[in-house]
């Protein structure tokens, strides 16, 4: 069967990872620009970045030199609502101009709402922990639909929320640097109360018909044995409660099934599931490796030298397909992989060129994954690799390279990788070659 005619083939980035230009246009300051400072390598932020605000142009040409069925990008909340109430023009203005590029290109636009920068305003009056958050974030979701939905089709609500959460929350790795793990709960509430209003905000205002997903991560747990025992208890695991706010049956089974896991129980009502549990066109989901290889689970088939990512990420490539097939199985929802990637440790070599054939093979082998779910019937929509270039990789700063595009941040210069010219033709021949 092979990947569908329409497969939208991609890449992915996020606001403030590759924008640039914190401070211009009425941008105000979002958590990852004010509070950055001591918790990121080498004092890097993003500042300046990739300045994709000001490069947009020159970097959808690229896209459309590689051949891009579509590309998802996030909108920055501060860029749009610089403080409560008010609506920044010229931020979706930016935006408007970006979409109209890419469909200029040929390149289908894919909205993420939230990527992680919370606006500073809204820090102030309690984050995530404040459940008045929801109502801003229905103010923003707005003014982003009756800006952009008229183009645009695909829609993201929030990404990786278990990431944000946890990380920022509870362990204190990401932005807003906090440890309070008893917060989880309530955090949990408010961010799946905050999607629910913003799918309803969609559907309610978009001038097209949107297909609505979000983009969530979570433990992907493979079979170590293929027999039907392997199979079963890997499928288990993989939605088990113990793995708390990082799990993904802590999520995504209120938001997709309307079940509430047991630990939030006390947390989330009957009430909030009507709002909570809103129906979705596909289910979207970012992962990069199966974590019963990451080192957190005992597992025989670790091994010495076992190959792994610059970020020190086990190279899986079975995930792709077990957690695509475990999660149309579990959620009967399309699939739209909205990240898969790897960071590798790329330069500018002699010839003036970006070799990085890790990242080749790696794609490769992660792609006959995702074909094989494919070719098993499962309603497979598109595939959006992590990064189109690279970028601020959060508190690793500048040193992590996941993109398809070289960027030198000295200059700005891009150079296309190798792997640009391999997706490329992955991409002409939807997936034949591989």
């Known amino acids: 069967m092979g990947f569908q005619k329409n497969f939208l083939w991609g890449a992915a980035s996020a606001a403030y990872q590759v924008e640039g230009a914190y401070d211009e246009d009425g941008k105000t300051a979002g958590i990852w620009d004010a509070l950055n400072a001591g918790h990121v390598k080498n004092g890097d932020n993003g500042n300046v970045s990739c300045d994709h605000y000001h490069r947009y142009k020159e970097d959808v040409a690229l896209m459309k030199k590689i051949g891009l069925k579509s590309y ?21 203005d930016f935006y408007s101009s970006l979409v109209d590029e890419l469909l200029a290109a040929g390149i289908e636009p894919m909205v993420t709402l939230f990527h992680w920068n919370l606006p500073m305003w809204m820090h102030e009056k309690g984050g995530w922990e404040n459940e008045a958050v929801a109502d801003y974030f229905t103010e923003y979701t707005k003014a982003v639909v009756e800006k952009l939905s008229d183009r645009v089709t695909y829609w993201m609500t929030i990404n990786e929320p278990q990431c944000f959460v946890t990380l920022g929350y509870s362990m204190g790795i990401h932005a807003p640097f906090l440890t309070k793990p008893e917060v989880l709960p309530s955090v949990t509430r408010n961010v799946m109360l905050t999607h629910g209003k913003a799918v309803q905000t969609i559907r309610r205002y978009a001038v097209k018909a949107p297909k609505i997903g979000l983009a969530p991560t979570g433990s992907g747990i493979t079979p170590l044995e293929e027999t039907a025992e392997g199979i079963a208890y890997a499928r288990n695991a993989c939605y088990s409660d113990l793995d708390g706010s ?4 802590w999520w995504m089974d209120p938001i997709i099934l309307g079940i509430v896991p047991d630990p939030l129980r006390d947390a ?36 010495p030298g076992l190959p792994r990512t610059a970020m020190d990420w086990p190279v899986t490539p079975e995930c792709l397909y077990w957690m695509t097939k475990f999660h149309y199985e579990r959620y009967h929802l399309p699939i739209l992989i909205t990240e898969n990637g790897m960071a590798s440790c790329d330069s500018i070599m002699l010839d003036g060129k970006v070799h990085d054939p890790q990242r080749i093979d790696f794609i490769h082998r992660y792609l006959l ?18 990064s189109i270039m690279d970028n601020f990789e959060w508190a690793e700063g500048y040193d992590k390279r996941f993109g398809l595009v070289y960027v030198d941040y000295r200059t700005g210069k891009r150079t296309l990788k ?17």
């Open 72 to 92: 998802r990008f996030s909108v920055s909340w501060p860029r749009v609502i610089p403080k409560p109430g008010k609506i920044n023009e010229k931020g979706l």
């Open 246 to 249: 990082f799990g993904n049956s």
């Open 268 to 303: 989330i009502s009957t009430a909030d599931l009507k709002t909570i549990c809103q129906p979705l066109d596909f289910f979207g989901f970012n992962i990069y490796n199966s974590q019963n290889y990451a080192g957190m689970i005992e597992n025989p088939h670790q091994y």
């Open 369 to 386: 994954e995702l074909k094989k779910a494919a070719d098993e019937g499962i309603p497979v929509i598109g595939y959006q690799y992590w």
């Open 418 to 434: 190798d792997s640009a010219d391999f997706y490329a033709e992955v991409i002409r021949t939807n997936g034949e070659n591989l």
